[in-house]
C-alpha cells in the first residue's frame, strides 16, 4: 500500500507561480513515479507530468516549458513547480503513484488533491 498526500495549493493571479509537493509513503513508494494529474470542473482529469525515480519526466504539451516537475528521492516527494499560471490551468491537481506514463489506469495510488484556481 502506497499512501500519497498533495499539498501547496491555492488561489493565485495569472502569470503567478505556484509550487505542489506529493509526498508518498509506503511499502514500495520509492519504486514507484509520481504523476500529476488535473480535473477541472466538467472535464476528464488530464495528465500533466510525472517521473520515476531515476529523474526521466514526461510532460503534456499543454504544460510543456511552465511546468516543471521534481524528486528528491531522500524524502520521496514530488514537486511540480508551475509558473506562468494561466486561467485554463485552474483545477483539483492529484499525486498519484505507479509506472511513468501518461495514462491514469497505470496508476493504482491517489492523493485526495489540492485545489488551484487562478484568476484572470
Known amino acids: 500500500q502506497v499512501h500519497v498526500v498533495e499539498s501547496g495549493g491555492g488561489l493565485v493571479q495569472a502569470g503567478s507561480s505556484l509550487r505542489l509537493s506529493c509526498a508518498a509513503s509506503g511499502r514500495t513508494s520509492n519504486d514507484a513515479a509520481l504523476g500529476w494529474f488535473r480535473q477541472a470542473p466538467g472535464k476528464q482529469r488530464e495528465f500533466v507530468a510525472s517521473?520515476?525515480?531515476?529523474?526521466?519526466?514526461i510532460y503534456a504539451d499543454s504544460v510543456k516549458g511552465r511546468f516543471t516537475i521534481s524528486r528528491d528521492t531522500a524524502k520521496n516527494t514530488a514537486y511540480l513547480q508551475m509558473n506562468t499560471l494561466k486561467p485554463e490551468d485552474t483545477a483539483i491537481y492529484y499525486c498519484a503513484a505507479g509506472a511513468l506514463s501518461p495514462l491514469t489506469d497505470l496508476y493504482y495510488y491517489w492523493g485526495q488533491g489540492t485545489q488551484v484556481t487562478v484568476s484572470s
Open positions: 517521473i520515476n525515480n531515476r529523474g526521466s519526466t
